[in-house]
């Protein structure tokens, strides 16, 4: 007995030993920070179809692949008919973001709807929406929009966030329902839903996506993945239903090479709809607003005669995204344009200036990057006038100062040793 008790306290530390040992997933997660890392999405889907008493639509294989991809259903919020997506539904659930997610949150929004006769008539879409969603407190915002004509309403996306939609602003979507079933000849596998939502979610959970190779597929990956497969499907549908051809070339001009969706990426990194790498390597999403800027290194202070009437102003730039430059001569606005990124070796930037004698000049840079980061630096020129001609009597005047009294020395020492 007493050996059989000593066993069973020796397994007991050995197990919780062990258990402690075991790293908290909520910890690795960086679930323990003051300020933790959370992912939310809301999916909106006005087409929800029951087959065999299961709900099947976009919304739902696109919360499949999510919770694939490591999301908590606790943070996935799905909207499925008509009536729970009107504009109030829809502004409740973006004023709850607003106020729960901060810069180093992920947010993703899904809508699929018809483009015309709801998302313009009825939720008159393009007058508020954008605005309230560049209003939640993160750049990591995605948006993809699956109806009619989603290209109109996605190009109105500038902030920082990644936005795409399933067609051009002059195309329309393709959704397949439970009676199309019975007659289906597509090379795809039966799916219920909008043909692009399908093949975003298949490419978002395929590794052979990931054409970078950093064991990741983010939305850059995923729409270069699915749109082959997006474009064969459409055109095995146009083959299939010529009616559904005639009437997308008639809106379109064309059905060649459809669709032409829409792309909005306002980030500087590759951002991913997969929740684990977001929250285990958070830093890489994380806007780089801490960064000095463009470097701009200058002349310093240049000066000019009166024989000079334009000098070369030299700046050398250098950032590793593109940027903006403007050129100011003493704060009034000469010139500006735009540049690529530079790597590790700077631009030089060359401003030519017209001066004149008597004048001081301050010529100032500024560069913007794609972060929002901004620099400055100035070069001062400055009038040095060049010193004028030695005159004869300068030189008998410096001669009496300087010379004549040696000379008289000279003269009185000679007399006293003759």
């Known amino acids: 007995m007493r050996k059989n008790f000593i066993r069973l306290t020796i397994l007991a530390i050995i197990t919780f030993t062990f258990v402690v040992s075991i790293p908290n997933y909520q910890i690795i997660l960086g679930q323990n920070n003051e300020n933790p890392v959370e992912v939310y999405a809301v999916l909106f889907d006005q087409f929800p179809q029951e087959v065999n008493g299961t709900i099947l639509c976009s919304a739902i294989e696109i919360q499949d692949a999510l919770i694939y991809l490591g999301w908590s259903t606790e943070n996935i919020s799905v909207f499925l008919g008509e009536e729970n997506m009107t504009k109030n539904i829809i502004l409740d659930k973006l004023n709850y973001l607003e106020e729960k997610v901060d810069e180093n949150d992920l947010v993703f929004i899904y809508l699929s709807a018809h483009g015309h006769i709801y998302c313009r008539d009825v939720l008159d879409f393009n007058s508020w929406f954008q605005s309230e969603f560049f209003q939640i407190g993160t750049d990591n915002k995605i948006f993809l929009m699956e109806s009619c004509y989603s290209g109109e309403f996605v190009e109105l996306f500038f902030d920082h966030s990644f936005v795409m939609s399933s067609v051009a602003k002059d195309e329309v979507a393709i959704l397949y329902l439970p009676e199309d079933n019975d007659t289906w000849t597509l090379s795809e596998p039966e799916f219920i839903g909008g043909i692009s939502s399908h093949f975003w979610a298949k490419s978002m959970t395929n590794t052979s996506a990931d054409s970078s190779g950093d064991g990741v597929v983010s939305l850059e990956e995923m729409y270069v993945s699915s749109l082959p497969d997006i474009k064969q499907c459409y055109n095995e549908t146009f083959e299939i239903y010529p009616e559904i051809a005639d009437y997308a070339s008639f ?81 009034v606005l000469e010139t500006w344009g735009s540049h690529e990124a530079t790597g590790s070796n700077p631009w030089t930037f060359r401003y030519t200036l017209s001066v004149e004698p008597d004048n001081e000049y301050n010529v100032s840079l500024s560069a913007f990057d794609v972060w929002g980061n901004v620099n400055l630096n100035s070069v001062l020129v400055k009038y040095n006038p060049e010193p004028e001609n030695t005159s004869y009597d300068y030189i008998v005047s410096v001669f009496t100062i300087l010379i004549l009294p040696v000379a008289i020395l000279l003269q009185r020492a000679k007399k006293r040793k003759d």
């Open 251 to 331: 809106i379109a001009g064309s059905t060649e090479n459809y669709p032409h969706p829409k792309v909005m990426n306002n980030l500087p990194y590759e951002v991913t709809l997969n929740a684990t790498d977001f929250i285990l390597n958070n830093q890489k999403y994380l806007w780089e607003e801490d960064l000095e800027g463009p470097k701009i290194d200058v002349q310093g202070t240049i000066s000019f005669t009166e024989t000079d009437e334009e000098i070369e102003i030299i700046f050398a730039i250098s950032d590793s995204s593109d940027f903006s430059y403007y050129c100011y001569v003493d704060d």
